[in-house]
């Protein structure tokens, strides 16, 4: 059977770095006999611009009948002028919500190879392994009212709502469980359950979800307390479970740990576990156009998909494995250059995967 899958390279370095990861399938393809095939569109402000709306349906189409998506990123300078609702980052949004893509997969590992690229000391980071389980379709990034209004006083007012509801905590939170039964069977809960009575819910009803996995030590942290200890002493944590906001900004936190977020894949998963992959970095304007983006957080993401989505793990480990041997090889971009290193750009890097 071959398998089908919908390629959306997107904006800025969005399609520079999706185009490695294509070569990577298509190694797999040739050499290995994968029987894969793939159609691209748009999203994000590349959709815009062709369609004037940054979620078209036939994207939507194409997502639900693929068996799996693979995204570049999304977003520029370019779009910031627009209305909201046309934002490139509502596409993505949009997507994700309907896919019900709500468990995000986010590991950070540092590779042996690049302990000098941390900006923290060799024995903090090296031998980093965390993953962290974000909820990706509820919370503050989703609930209702939201908006601007004007108040009583005549003053401007800016408004979020922070709401999750039982069920939907208790599904990320045995997501977690199950993805912490194959590791180290650690599970630390992010919350602010000290402040925010939606938090004190979430550490609630993760406890009792618990219960059902009593071999998985649970432990609970205040997200304050989470940046810190990331920093401080990353390695005590082996899954992490937060929920939407939480989770955006301490897996950027835990990204500068192994040394860039050019690294970093992530998988988006719904509950039969089909799911998105993509880097979890943006679409880089800064440096987009000038072929220097580092391409592994893509391909790496291609390796999640293939175990996550595809089961196939022997083809997913083959391009670890490249990718480490690219490293060991001294090849780097710019993002993740050192002293003694060769410093290429995104095709070399890809190219240097796919003969690895
Ligand atoms: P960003 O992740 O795009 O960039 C942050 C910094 O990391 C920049 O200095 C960039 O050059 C660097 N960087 C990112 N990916 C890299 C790679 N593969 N290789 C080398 N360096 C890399 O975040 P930023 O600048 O806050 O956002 C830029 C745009 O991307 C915005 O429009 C934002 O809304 C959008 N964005 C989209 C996301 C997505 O599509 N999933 C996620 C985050 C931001
Ligand atoms: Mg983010």
Same mark, same amino acid.
């Given at each position: 059977? =071959?398998?089908?899958?919908?390629?959306?390279?997107?904006?800025?370095?969005?399609?520079? $770095?999706?185009?490695?990861?294509?070569?990577?399938?298509?190694?797999?393809?040739?050499?290995?006999?994968?029987?894969?095939?793939?159609?691209?569109?748009?999203?994000?402000?590349?959709?815009?611009?062709?369609?004037? =709306?940054?979620?078209?349906?036939?994207?939507?189409?194409?997502?639900?009948?693929?068996?799996?998506?693979?995204?570049?990123?999304?977003?520029?300078?370019?779009?910031?002028?627009?209305?909201?609702?046309? +934002?490139?980052?509502?596409?993505?949004?949009?997507?994700?919500?309907?896919?019900?893509?709500?468990?995000?997969?986010?590991?950070?590992? /540092?590779?042996?190879?690049?302990?000098?690229?941390?900006?923290?000391?060799?024995?903090?980071?090296?031998?980093?392994?965390?993953?962290?389980?974000?909820? /990706?379709?509820?919370?503050?990034?989703?609930?209702?009212?939201?908006?601007?209004?004007?108040?009583?006083?005549?003053?401007?007012?800016?408004?979020?709502?922070?709401?999750?509801?039982?069920?939907?905590?208790? +599904?990320?939170?045995?997501?977690?469980?199950?993805?912490?039964?194959?590791?180290?069977? +650690?599970? &630390?809960?992010?919350?602010?359950?000290?402040?925010?009575?939606? =938090?004190?819910?979430?550490?609630?009803?993760?406890?009792?979800?618990?219960?059902?996995?009593?071999?998985?030590?649970?432990?609970?942290?205040?997200?304050?307390?989470?940046?810190?200890?990331?920093?401080?002493?990353?390695?005590?944590?082996?899954?992490? /479970?937060?929920?939407?906001?939480?989770?955006?900004?301490?897996?950027? &936190?835990?990204?500068?740990?192994? #040394?860039?977020?050019?690294?970093?894949?992530?998988?988006?998963?719904?509950?039969? #576990?089909?799911?998105?992959?993509?880097?979890?970095?943006?679409?880089?304007?800064?440096?987009?156009?000038? #072929?220097?983006?580092?391409?592994?957080?893509?391909?790496?993401?291609?390796?999640?998909?293939?175990?996550?989505?595809?089961?196939?793990?022997?083809?997913?480990?083959? $391009?670890?494995?490249?990718?480490?041997?690219?490293?060991?090889?001294?090849?780097?971009?710019?993002?993740?250059?050192?002293?003694?290193?060769?410093?290429?750009?995104?095709?070399?890097?890809?190219?240097?995967?796919?003969?690895?």
């Amino acid at each position: 059977m =071959t398998v089908k899958i919908a390629v959306l390279p997107g904006d800025g370095i969005g399609p520079e $770095i999706v185009a490695e990861a294509l070569k990577v399938l298509d190694c797999l393809r040739t050499e290995f006999g994968l029987a894969v095939e793939t159609e691209h569109a748009l999203i994000g402000g590349a959709a815009y611009d062709a369609h004037g =709306t940054p979620f078209p349906k036939e994207t939507l189409d194409l997502c639900r009948a693929a068996d799996s998506v693979l995204l570049g990123a999304v977003g520029g300078p370019k779009w910031e002028p627009l209305d909201y609702s046309l +934002r490139p980052e509502r596409g993505l949004l949009g997507l994700r919500s309907e896919l019900a893509l709500f468990s995000n997969l986010r590991p950070a590992v /540092l590779y042996p190879q690049l302990v000098s690229a941390s900006t923290l000391k060799p024995e903090v980071v090296s031998g980093l392994d965390i993953m962290i389980v974000r909820e /990706l379709t509820g919370g503050i990034y989703f609930g209702k009212p939201r908006g601007r209004r004007i108040n009583d006083q005549g003053e401007r007012e800016g408004y979020n709502t922070l709401v999750y509801s039982e069920s939907e905590i208790r +599904r990320i939170a045995h997501s977690a469980f199950q993805i912490a039964r194959k590791r180290n069977k +650690r599970l &630390c809960s992010i919350d602010k359950a000290n402040v925010l009575e939606c =938090t004190e819910l979430w550490r609630e009803v993760v406890i009792e979800v618990g219960k059902e996995y009593p071999d998985v030590a649970l432990s609970h942290m205040y997200v304050d307390n989470a940046s810190m200890q990331l920093v401080r002493n990353p390695k005590q944590f082996d899954v992490m /479970l937060t929920d939407n906001m939480f989770g955006d900004i301490l897996s950027d &936190c835990a990204a500068m740990l192994t #040394g860039s977020i050019g690294m970093l894949p992530s998988a988006s998963l719904d509950k039969d #576990g089909k799911g998105m992959y993509e880097p979890i970095h943006g679409s880089a304007p800064d440096i987009a156009g000038r #072929g220097i983006a580092n391409p592994i957080a893509t391909i790496l993401s291609l390796a999640m998909m293939l175990r996550y989505s595809l089961d196939d793990a022997a083809s997913a480990e083959r $391009i670890e494995n490249a990718v480490q041997k690219a490293l060991d090889q001294g090849y780097r971009t710019a993002d993740i250059a050192s002293e003694g290193t060769a410093k290429v750009g995104t095709a070399a890097m890809g190219d240097a995967i796919v003969a690895a």
